[in-house]
């Protein structure tokens, strides 16, 4: 049962371009959301997060917006950057159960392109 | 500030061989986690220690998992005995006092297991 979805596992964008990475979560319990970039043979690192009173939260080139009723949440890189190319994980928690449990996507591998 | 630290990086054993991987937290975060990560999958929780305490094992099998973080600081995660489908990076993340409302959640490297 994948109750976080990324749907494309890759997306090719041209430098300065936006990328949009989407996410799809099934768990109406689900009250934070956090995207993770990971680079290869390292760990995840946080990037940005939302919590569920919001519908967007920006940082810099990133933005992240979550649309609630259609349990749906996006990041925006804009501009992308050649650096940017990584694997970008969505990840969700449920926080009012008390814990910290992270659900992760598979993950959709972004290539910024010269 | 350093960040997680895990040893080894990488690992190759034998299928029913044992394995232990180290993870050494953020300094000051009282949580760390566990996950399993398998080639083309997202990171998926094995164990989550609050201070030495276990908060969530639900998704470790502990038929041949072992995990504990005696002393509320280092954590060790054990297989015993290794199967084929155990072969994955495993990752330690931390992060601050829950209480605190900090969430995110810091990761290290990450060991890479091959089981032959």
């Known amino acids: 049962d994948q109750q976080v979805k990324q749907n494309s596992p890759s997306l090719s964008v041209q430098e300065g371009r936006i990328s949009i990475l989407n996410c799809d979560y099934t768990?109406?319990?689900?009250?934070?959301f956090l995207w993770y970039k990971k680079y290869p043979a390292e760990g995840p690192t946080f990037l940005i997060s939302?919590?569920?009173?919001?519908d967007k939260n920006e940082d810099g080139r990133f933005t992240v917006f979550l649309n609630k009723s259609a349990k749906h949440l996006s990041l925006h890189i804009v501009p992308s950057q050649p650096g940017d190319s990584a694997v970008y994980f969505c990840?969700?928690?449920?926080?009012?159960?008390?814990?910290?449990?992270?659900?992760f996507g598979t993950g959709t591998q972004l290539k910024v392109e010269l | 500030e350093a960040g997680v630290a895990q040893s080894p990086r990488y690992k190759i054993i034998e299928k029913r061989q044992s394995v232990a991987f180290w993870c050494n937290p953020i300094?000051?975060?009282?949580?760390l986690y566990w996950y399993q990560q398998i080639l083309g999958q997202g990171p998926k929780l094995l164990i989550q220690?609050?201070?030495?305490?276990?908060?969530?094992d639900s998704q470790l099998p502990k038929d041949r998992f072992s995990a504990e973080r005696l002393k509320g600081v280092d954590s060790t995660l054990k297989i015993q005995p290794a199967k084929l489908e155990d072969s994955a990076v495993y990752l330690c993340?931390?992060?601050?006092?829950?209480?605190?409302?900090?969430?995110?959640?810091?990761f290290g490297p990450g060991t890479r297991l091959t089981v032959t």
């Open positions: 993340a931390s992060s601050s006092t829950l209480s605190r409302g900090n969430y995110e959640q810091y």
């Open positions: 768990n109406s319990m689900f009250d934070y």
């Open positions: 939302i919590s569920s009173i919001k």
């Open positions: 990840a969700a928690s449920a926080r009012a159960g008390g814990g910290n449990k992270l659900t």
């Open positions: 300094s000051g975060h009282a949580t």
């Open positions: 220690f609050q201070n030495n305490g276990v908060v969530d």
